[in-house]
């Protein structure tokens, strides 16, 4: 089992960055996919990206690629989303997600979830 903060959110101004941090507990941190999941408001919550046990596999969503970078670091227990070129439709809360080995677009795939922290990107 894990537990999943996640921190980093706030209010920036669009073309900005911001670097999410979600550190996991346990000592089998390094056996878990991660993903990066989010919910704008009014609307579903939707895969961001994700990253394998390794750090090698990731994946992103075509709306994030190129702008956002998920990296790993096992040995702080801790997976990061790093988000340039922040846009207004990137205002939501983002949540970070772990699953058993392999990483997962689906939100359903994902056994763990943290609190979520908000990101509100200004015009």
């Known amino acids: 089992q894990v537990q999943l903060v996640e921190s980093g959110g706030g209010l920036v101004q669009a073309g900005g960055s911001l670097r999410l941090s979600c550190a996991g507990s346990?000592?089998?941190?390094?056996?878990?996919?991660m993903g990066w999941f989010r919910q704008p408001p009014g609307k579903e919550r939707e895969f961001v990206a994700g990253?394998?046990?390794?750090?090698?596999?990731?994946a992103y969503a075509d709306s994030v690629k190129g702008r956002f970078t998920v990296s790993r670091d096992n040995a702080k227990n801790t997976v990061y989303l790093q988000m340039n070129s922040l846009e207004p439709e990137d205002t939501a809360v983002y949540y970070c997600?772990?699953?058993?080995?392999?990483?997962?677009?689906?939100?359903?795939?994902?056994?763990?979830w943290g609190q979520g922290t908000q990101v509100t990107v200004s015009s």
């Open positions: 990253i394998g046990l390794n750090g090698v596999r990731t």
């Open positions: 346990g000592r089998t941190f390094n056996t878990y996919g």
């Open positions: 997600a772990a699953r058993n080995i392999f990483l997962s677009r689906n939100m359903g795939d994902h056994d763990y």
